[in-house]
C-alpha cells in the first residue's frame, strides 16, 4: 500500500509527470534570464542562433564611472538605511520586552503596514509631504532613507522578533536583573548577543530588497541620485547590450545574497 | 500577514513565511509569556518611570515622520476638493466619473486577477509535483524558484523586451518560421503586461503553495481509497478543500503583489497605459502639472484594495494555521 502513496519519501523516485512539469516550469522561469545571458554575451542576434562572442558589453559596463557610481549609491542605501532600522527596532524592542509589553501591538501593527501598502504608495505620501518644504526635511536624500527605513521595517522586525521570542527574551532579562545586572545592560550583553545570528537572516533579505528597489529610488531621488536599477532604466532604450551586462550583474548580486540567506536558513533549520 | 511578507521583491524565506516563522503573529505570539506579563504587572513599577520609555522614541520619531505622517497626508490631500477646496468628496467624484481613471482601475483589477488565477493554477499543480517528487528534485526546484522570484522589475522588463519585444528574439524567430503569435505579439500593451505579471506571479505562489502540502497526509489517500474514492473525488473534495484557506490567502497576495507593482509596468510602457500605480505616480511626479488631489483619491482607492486584500489574507492565514494544529 505504501508504495502507492503520494508523499515524497526520500529515496522515492519523481513520477514521470512530475519530473516533465517540474522541468517546463523551470524552464519557462529561467528563459528571460538565459536570453538576456546569451544576448549580453554576443555581438548580434537575429537568427536563430547569435554570432559573435564578446566580452564588449562587460567591458564597456565596468569601464563606464556612471556604472561605479550608481552600484556605489546602491551600496550606500542598503548598507545604511538597514542599520538604521536594525538599530531603530532593536532599541525599541527593548522597551517592548524590559518595558512595557503592551508596546508590542502597537510594533507590530505599525511595522507590518509597510507589507500592506509597498512602494507606489510610500513614495508618493513621502513626496508630498515633504517636498518644497525648504527643510532639511524637503532634501532628496533624507527623503530616500527615510523610505527605505519604513520599505524594510516588515523583513527585520520580522527576524528581531522571531529571534527575540526563540531565546525566551524576557526571562534572560528577569534571570540577569535577579543576579544584580541592570535591564539594559542584560539586553545589550546577554540578549543582543544572543540574536545576532537570527538579524544576520532578515538584514541580507532586506539589503536585497533595497538593491532591487526601484520604485523609491525614481520617484524620489530619479535622476538626481541614481542607484542601480534608475540607471539600467536609464539606459535601457539607449544601448541594449549595455543593459543586458547591467541585468546579469543585478541578478549575479541578488542571487548571491539569495544563496547566502538559503544556506544560513538551512544551517540554522539545521540546528534546531 | 503571515504569508505576505514577500509581497514585492525577493521571496527568500517565504518558504519558512508561511509556514513556521511569520505564522505567529496573531496567535501565538502572546500566549506563551501570558504568566511571566501578569507577574510583571502584579509588581509596582517603581524602579524607572518615563526613562524606559527613552529607547522607544527614535522609532517612533521615524515612524510617524516616514510612514504615517505621508499617509495621513495622503488621505487628506483626497478628501479636499481640487476645485472647492473644501472637505468632500468631489476628488473621488471626479475619479470615478472620468474614463481615464475609470480604465485604470478596471485595468489594474482585470491583470491583478488574471495573473493571480493564473498563477495559482500553475502553482498549485508545481507545488503538487514538487511535493510528489524526490527531495532532490524539490530542493532543484525550489532553488530555482527561489533564484528566479528575484528576477523582476525592470531586470524583468528588459529581458521580456529582448525575448518578446518589437525586435526580440522570439519575434524575429516567429516571424522567421510564420509563427503569428510569436511575430505579432505586442508587449507594450495589456496583454503584454499580463504575460509579464503571470511570470513574476508563478515562483511567487509556488513557493507560498508548497509548505501547504505538507499538511496533506499520506494516509488520507489509502484511506479515501479503501472507501472507494476516485481520484477526481480524492482531489476536489479532499486535497482541494484542505487545502482552501492556503490557496485563497495566497491568492489575495498575488492580487495585491500584482495591484502594485510599478516597476515592471514603467519600464516597459512609461506612464502610456492606463494603470493605478502608473497613473497615481504621474499625479505626483511628473512631465504634466502635479495634481495631489486627484492623486490622492487614486492613492486612497489603491489603499483600500490593499488594505482589503491584507485583511482577506490574514483572516485565511489563521485559518490555515487552525485547521493544521486540528490535524
Request: glycine share 6%.
Amino acid at each position: 500500500m505504501s508504495a502507492k502513496t503520494k508523499a515524497a519519501a526520500p529515496g522515492q523516485k519523481t513520477p514521470l509527470a512530475a519530473k516533465i512539469f517540474l522541468a517546463l516550469v523551470a524552464l519557462y522561469l529561467l528563459i528571460p534570464f538565459a536570453t538576456t545571458l546569451i544576448y549580453s554575451l554576443f555581438i548580434e542576434w537575429t537568427d536563430v542562433l547569435p554570432s559573435g562572442f564578446t566580452l564588449r558589453n562587460y567591458a564597456e559596463l565596468f569601464g563606464n564611472m556612471t556604472f561605479w557610481a550608481s552600484i556605489g549609491r546602491t551600496l550606500v542605501l542598503c548598507l545604511v538605511s538597514v542599520v538604521i532600522t536594525i538599530a531603530l527596532l532593536l532599541l525599541a524592542m527593548y522597551v517592548v520586552v524590559a518595558v512595557n509589553r503592551r508596546l508590542g501591538r502597537f510594533m507590530q501593527f505599525v511595522c507590518m503596514i509597510p507589507y500592506a501598502l509597498q512602494g507606489v504608495i510610500l513614495s508618493i505620501g513621502i513626496i508630498s509631504l515633504y517636498t518644497g518644504t525648504g527643510t532639511v526635511l524637503s532634501n532628496r536624500m533624507m527623503m530616500l532613507f527615510g523610505a527605505y527605513t519604513i520599505l524594510v521595517l516588515p523583513y527585520i522586525y520580522q527576524g528581531i522578533r522571531n529571534a527575540l521570542n526563540a531565546i525566551d527574551a524576557q526571562m534572560l532579562i528577569q534571570a540577569a536583573e535577579m543576579l544584580g545586572c541592570g535591564r539594559f545592560r542584560a539586553y545589550v550583553q546577554v540578549v543582543l548577543p544572543n540574536i545576532l545570528s537570527g538579524i544576520l537572516v532578515s538584514s541580507l533579505l532586506a539589503e536585497s530588497i533595497v538593491f532591487g528597489d526601484f520604485v523609491l529610488a525614481n520617484n524620489i531621488a530619479g535622476t538626481n541620485y541614481q542607484n542601480i536599477q534608475v540607471f539600467l532604466q536609464a539606459n535601457m532604450a539607449r544601448s541594449s547590450g549595455l543593459s543586458s551586462a547591467i541585468v546579469v550583474v543585478i541578478f549575479l548580486v541578488v542571487g548571491a545574497v539569495t544563496a547566502a540567506v538559503l544556506k544560513l536558513q538551512q544551517s540554522s533549520a539545521r540546528k534546531a | 500577514m503571515a504569508v505576505s511578507v514577500e509581497t514585492q521583491a525577493p521571496a527568500v524565506s517565504s518558504a519558512s513565511a508561511a509556514g513556521a516563522v511569520a505564522a505567529a503573529p496573531v496567535a501565538g505570539a502572546q500566549t506563551g509569556s501570558e504568566p511571566a506579563a501578569a507577574e510583571r504587572a502584579k509588581r509596582p513599577q517603581k524602579r524607572r518611570g518615563w526613562t524606559g520609555y527613552l529607547p522607544f522614541l527614535p522609532f517612533l520619531a521615524v515612524v510617524i515622520g516616514y510612514e504615517l505622517l505621508p499617509l495621513a497626508q495622503l488621505v487628506g490631500n483626497a478628501f479636499i476638493g481640487k476645485e472647492s477646496e473644501a472637505f468632500g468628496l468631489e476628488n473621488f467624484i471626479k475619479v470615478f466619473t472620468t474614463p481615464l481613471y475609470q480604465q485604470s482601475i478596471v485595468n489594474s483589477l482585470w491583470i491583478s486577477v488574471v495573473s493571480a488565477l493564473v498563477g495559482i493554477v500553475v502553482a498549485f499543480l508545481a507545488a503538487r509535483f514538487a511535493y510528489e517528487s524526490s527531495p532532490r528534485v524539490r530542493n532543484a526546484f525550489t532553488l530555482v524558484l527561489n533564484m528566479m522570484s528575484n528576477f523582476s522589475g525592470v531586470p524583468l522588463a528588459f529581458a521580456f523586451m529582448i525575448l518578446m519585444g518589437n525586435s526580440g528574439v522570439l519575434t524575429l524567430l516567429g516571424q522567421q518560421w510564420g509563427i503569428p503569435f510569436l511575430a505579432d505579439f505586442d508587449l507594450y500593451t495589456g496583454e503584454g503586461l499580463l504575460v509579464l505579471y503571470i511570470y513574476f506571479q508563478i515562483p511567487l505562489a509556488t513557493l507560498l503553495l508548497l509548505p501547504a502540502f505538507s499538511g496533506i497526509k499520506k494516509e488520507w489517500r489509502e484511506a479515501a481509497t479503501i472507501l472507494k474514492a476516485t481520484t477526481f473525488d480524492y482531489w476536489f473534495k479532499i486535497v482541494i478543500p484542505n487545502l482552501m484557506p492556503s490557496i485563497l490567502g495566497t491568492l489575495s497576495v498575488l492580487f495585491s503583489n500584482a495591484l502594485a507593482a510599478y516597476a515592471t509596468a514603467y519600464a516597459v510602457v512609461m506612464n502610456n497605459y492606463a494603470l493605478l500605480p502608473l497613473q497615481i505616480t504621474s499625479k505626483f511626479k511628473g512631465d504634466v502639472q502635479i495634481d495631489n488631489a486627484t492623486g490622492g483619491a487614486l492613492a486612497v482607492v489603491l489603499i483600500l484594495l490593499m488594505v482589503a486584500c491584507t485583511l482577506i489574507n490574514n483572516y485565511f492565514t489563521k485559518r490555515a494555521s487552525k485547521g493544521r494544529e486540528i490535524v
